[in-house]
């Protein structure tokens, strides 16, 4: 009896042990005892993960120079079916992708708006609208001519005494005008004489001028010449500042007998101090032919040189003193010794300069 209960009490126990026998441990190896009771066995292990794969491996991003990756179309690409989570992100270069290259869209040229219908209606002139088209009119012919108004300027640029080995003379140098700053009636007058016997020499000039540029007035009119043998002549010169602010005169003479002579000036002022200028002088004459009964030779005819210092007590006057030497040459020089005189002089000066 006993044989017999131990035969089915060992089946019972294979028979509820076979399950567990059967079961594979194969995949649990490596993993150390399970915890005690009271510890959760831990998870089996998942499947290993199928290979990253990348899904932009079908777009090859070309070289920045060439196209960059910026005109890639991803409003194109199905992202719904994409699995973004199995993507290894951590094996993606995004620094080699070239978005920064990306080209910029240009916004395209500005369009301008059109001006409204009615800009283009009401009078040329919107002062019009206001003050009426009569008194504008008037208005802008004022305005074409605001510092066009006539003035009178008077010049004594050399009134002085000559003080030679000879004999003391005189001598005066003045201009002046009536007019606008493009149109005037120039005059001007210069002579000289000594005190003994008076003028020897004068001349006076009428002129038309016009304005030729802001420097140069083109000049034309007539001379006279009074002491010696009188003569009229044609004048036709230039006056004005030319560069390096030297003051220029220049004129060609015609005279009634057909002589033709040319004259030409030039100073300049050097403002040692605000009252105290040293101004060189030259004038040189020239002659296309012998004029006897006039002592003037053809050629180079005359050269003055002067150097004068003058005191601005005010601006309208101004004393100086100064030094000038003259010369003859050619056969104005011969002309000269044939009638008792020097041909070369050199003379203190001493006078005053004056404007209004």
């Known amino acids: 009896m006993k044989a017999l209960l131990s035969t089915v009490a060992g089946l019972a126990w294979l028979t509820t042990a ?3 026998l059967a079961q594979d441990h194969s995949g649990h190896e490596g993993y150390a005892a399970p915890a005690p009771a009271t510890a959760p066995s831990p998870a089996p292990s998942p499947p290993p993960l199928p290979a990253a794969v990348d899904p932009h491996s079908g777009h090859a991003v070309p070289p920045a120079a060439d196209a960059p990756s910026g005109a890639m179309d991803h409003g194109a690409m199905d992202h719904g079916s994409m699995d973004h989570g199995s993507m290894n992100h951590g094996a993606m270069d995004h620094g080699a992708m070239g978005q920064a290259n990306a080209v910029q869209v240009s916004p395209g040229p500005t369009v301008e708006t059109p001006p409204p219908p009615e800009a283009g209606s009401g009078p040329p002139r919107a002062a019009d609208a206001i003050w009426g088209a009569e008194a504008m009119r008037a208005s802008r012919a004022d305005l074409k001519t ?19 080995d000879g004999e003391d003379q005189f001598l005066w140098d003045t201009q002046g005008y009536y007019g606008s700053p493009t149109r005037r009636l120039w005059f001007k007058s210069e002579g000289e004489g000594s005190f003994a016997e008076g003028i020897d020499d004068a001349e006076v000039q009428a002129l038309y001028s016009q304005a030729v540029s802001p420097y140069f007035d083109l000049q034309a009119g007539a001379r006279q010449d009074f002491g010696g043998a009188e003569t009229t002549y044609a004048t036709l010169g230039v006056q004005g500042m030319a560069p390096y602010q030297f003051e220029l005169d220049a004129a060609l003479f015609l005279s009634h007998r057909g002589d033709l002579t040319a004259r030409i000036e030039a100073e300049l002022d050097e403002r040692i101090t605000q009252r105290l200028i040293l101004q060189p002088r030259a004038e040189v004459s020239l002659a296309a032919q012998d004029v006897p009964q006039l002592g003037i030779g053809v050629g180079l005819d005359k050269v003055e040189l002067g150097l004068r210092l003058r005191y601005e007590i005010v601006r309208e006057f101004a004393p100086y003193i100064g030094i000038e030497q003259s010369w003859r040459l050619g056969h104005s020089a011969d002309f000269a010794r044939a009638a008792g ?16």
């Open 18 to 20: 076979a399950p567990v």
């Open 341 to 356: 005189a020097d041909p070369r002089t050199t003379s203190l000066v001493a006078g005053i300069r004056f404007w209004f």
């Open 146 to 164: 605001h510092g066009d108004f006539p003035l009178f300027w008077f010049q004594a640029d050399r009134a002085e005494v000559q003080v030679s």
